[in-house]
């Protein structure tokens, strides 16, 4: 449907590939069709890939079980997640206590940095999903206001579920950002950090990778700031082709990972 000779051409020029989870491989609790052959055929020919997610409503370990229950080949030190990005984010800048506006089964991943919602150093953002509350979103306000560092892992204003488009972290950022006048720093994608750390999973030069993912933002123009290679699949939260005044205009799009199969 959206094969043509440049995607092909692209593919097969790319020495790596930087793959998404959610919307690149399973949406929901449904693995997309053709996403394990696509795995298994990276792996069988020695193509060097990892996966990045801004997934933040699960610990990396529940991200790894759901990978294992998929019967995805994925090894666990392919996978990059938006928390631990964070995390190590903090430990750098040496932050302390935080706020998490986060689900209370990420708190995990963020050993050392304990929950205060009074005197908090950061506010750190992820996917509350609909527990979060008026009474977060005003204390969050309040800590920013005292000065708190402002730390979200995600932009991402929405993703797909089987149910449905799902409003995301990143609509939140946003309301904290207009109340605060504060820029929220991010540590997931589309943060050129983040971008980094994947490359340096596959130790290769970013001209000689690509990444592939559902979200014009944070996989397309994220991978593109960094001389990535951006790729576009439709199986996700992106279901129509850019228009063609769009200010980010992918490298390949494609129905969905199965489709590249046949290029590598």
């Known amino acids: 449907m959206f094969h043509d000779e440049s995607l092909g051409k692209l593919v097969e020029e790319t020495k790596g590939f930087l793959i998404d989870l959610d919307g690149t491989l399973y949406v929901g609790d449904e693995l997309i069709a053709g996403a394990a052959d ?3 055929a990276l792996r069988t020919k020695g193509i060097p890939h990892a996966f990045v997610t801004n997934i933040t409503s699960r610990c990396r370990a529940h991200v790894l079980a759901r990978i294992e229950a998929y019967g995805l080949e994925i090894e666990p030190e392919q996978v990059l997640t938006a928390p631990i990005a964070t ?20 708190v995990e991943d963020f050993a050392g940095h304990p929950q205060n919602e009074d005197e908090a150093e950061a506010v750190v953002i992820g996917d509350m999903g609909e527990t979060i509350t008026f009474q977060h979103l005003n204390q969050a306000f309040r800590l920013l206001g005292k000065g708190a560092a402002f730390v979200t892992m995600s932009r991402s204003k929405f993703f797909r579920t089987k149910d449905g488009m799902t409003l995301d972290a990143g609509a939140f950022v946003a309301l904290l950002e207009h109340a605060s006048d504060r820029r929220a720093i991010v540590t997931g994608k589309p943060s050129k950090d983040f971008f980094r750390a994947g490359l340096d999973l596959l130790d290769l030069p970013p001209s000689q990778v690509a990444m592939i993912g559902d979200d014009l933002e944070s996989d397309v123009r994220g991978a593109q700031a960094c001389g990535v290679a951006g790729l576009l699949v439709m199986s996700g939260k992106t279901t129509q082709l850019p228009p063609s005044d769009s200010p980010v205009a992918p490298d390949g799009v494609c129905g969905s990972v199965s489709d590249l199969i046949r290029f590598l």
Do not use: M, N
């Open 38 to 40: 696509f795995v298994h």
């Open 87 to 106: 995390k190590a984010y903090l430990d750098r800048q040496r932050i302390g206590s935080c706020y998490f506006l986060t689900r209370p089964t990420l």
